[in-house]
């Protein structure tokens, strides 16, 4: 199974940035789908972001388009997420996760990381 361990997370003031970065360990394939998931104190646990290790576009939540990029970088088994003009209400915990399926429900997910804590000041 594959392991994930994240990291990158910490205090930013509102329209800040921050990178997450997500390293893989373990078998992985190119068909795997690689995503985010952040979960607000209080709140389910939503979609952020998601694409394939091999060839593939990503999907992006409508609430962080413009604003949030994922990429990776395959030799290093890792992923990122580039995070601009955080907003105050975006304070959560992000996780990454994969699974054989590039959806946005978290139950289509097989291993997630352990979360890493972000919170955006006013």
């Known amino acids: 199974q594959v392991q994930l361990v994240e990291s990158g997370g910490g205090l930013v003031q509102a329209g800040g940035s921050l990178r997450l970065s997500c390293v893989a360990s373990g078998r992985t394939f190119l068909s795997d789908a690689m995503a985010w998931f952040r979960q607000a104190p209080g709140k389910e646990r939503e979609f952020v972001a998601a694409?394939?290790?091999?060839?593939?576009?990503?999907r992006y939540a409508d609430s962080v388009k413009g604003r949030f990029t994922f990429s990776k970088n395959n030799a290093e088994n890792t992923v990122y997420l580039q995070m601009n003009s955080l907003k105050p209400k975006e304070t959560a915990v992000y996780y990454c996760?994969?699974?054989?399926?590039?959806?946005?429900?978290?139950?289509?997910?097989?291993?997630w990381g352990q979360g890493t804590q972000v919170t955006v000041s006013s």
């Open positions: 694409t394939r290790w091999g060839a593939s576009p990503t």
């Open positions: 996760a994969t699974g054989p399926r590039l959806v946005t429900t978290q139950e289509a997910y097989s291993s």
